[in-house]
Antibody, heavy 121, light 107 residues
Framework: QIQLVQSGVEVKKPGASVKVSCKAS????????INWLRQAPGQGLEWMGW????????NYAQKFQGRVTMTTDTSTNTAYVELRSLKSVDTAVYYC??????????????WGQGTLVTVSS | EIQMTQSPSSLSASIGDRVTITCQAS??????LNWYQQRPGKAPKLLIN???TLETGVPSRFSGSGSGTDFTFTISSLQPEDIATYYC?????????FGGGTKVEIK
């Protein structure tokens, strides 16, 4: 079955960086985008951006530009998101999600299980 | 950025009740709207795409309608397993944006 499995819990200090992974299985990895979204505690969903697993092209939400990098490793069907200069407001569950077929993600399906990133001194 | 406004933010209903959630876009998004279900402690799940297309395997008690700026999500007969927060999401323009969510509880 189609599955996205993310890396585990992270605890970081303000100013540090975090890198979360997302391993895909059950489909042709390069036919879709991988999107990254986050959800702060008790809050709604926020889209951070996507990466085309085929071309490596990225599209980041303006809010995160300059602070985020999304990459993929097609040899292991794994996507990564790195967020730098962490602040306490970056504390959230980070999700990867497969976009709809092709290079533009109309919707997100399925989602990874989520990775809790806590930023605290 | 397109703002998505959901209402209500929460509701309480009895098993078997009809539940309706609305989502309003800040500009015309045609039918470029999806609905997700997020059960407590779980990742979101896509239920409906293109405003009204039910995903495979999703029970028929769920439905969606609307176009332009006004959209509706309906559960025709609320079941215990429908306890969740529901989100709308637009894909007409970047950045992709979500409504604030509607938490559905059992009365």
């Amino acid at each position: 079955q189609i599955q996205l499995v993310q890396s585990g819990v992270e605890v970081k200090k303000p100013g540090a960086s975090v890198k979360v992974s997302c391993k895909a299985s059950g489909y042709i990895f390069t036919n879709y985008t991988i999107n990254w979204l986050r959800q702060a505690p008790g809050q709604g969903l926020e889209w951070m951006g996507w990466i085309s697993a085929h071309s490596g092209n990225t599209n980041y939400a303006q809010k995160f530009q300059g602070r985020v990098t999304m990459t993929t490793d097609t040899s292991t069907n794994t996507a990564y998101v790195e967020l730098r200069s962490l602040k306490s407001v970056d504390t959230a569950v980070y999700y990867c999600a497969r976009g709809s077929y092709g290079d533009y993600p109309y919707w997100f399906d399925p989602w990874g299980q989520g990775t809790l990133v806590t930023v605290s001194s | 950025e397109i703002q998505m406004t959901q209402s209500p933010s929460s509701l309480s209903a009895s098993i078997g009740d009809r539940v309706t959630i609305t989502c309003q876009a800040s500009q015309d998004i045609s039918e470029y709207l999806n609905w997700y279900q997020q059960r407590p402690g779980k990742a979101p799940k896509l239920l409906i795409n293109d405003a009204s297309t039910l995903e495979t395997g999703v029970p028929s008690r769920f439905s969606g309608s609307g176009s332009g700026t006004d959209f509706t999500f309906t559960i025709s007969s609320l079941q215990p397993e429908d306890i969740a927060t529901y989100y709308c999401q637009q894909y007409d323009n970047l950045p992709l944006t979500f409504g604030g969510g509607t938490k559905v509880e059992i009365k």
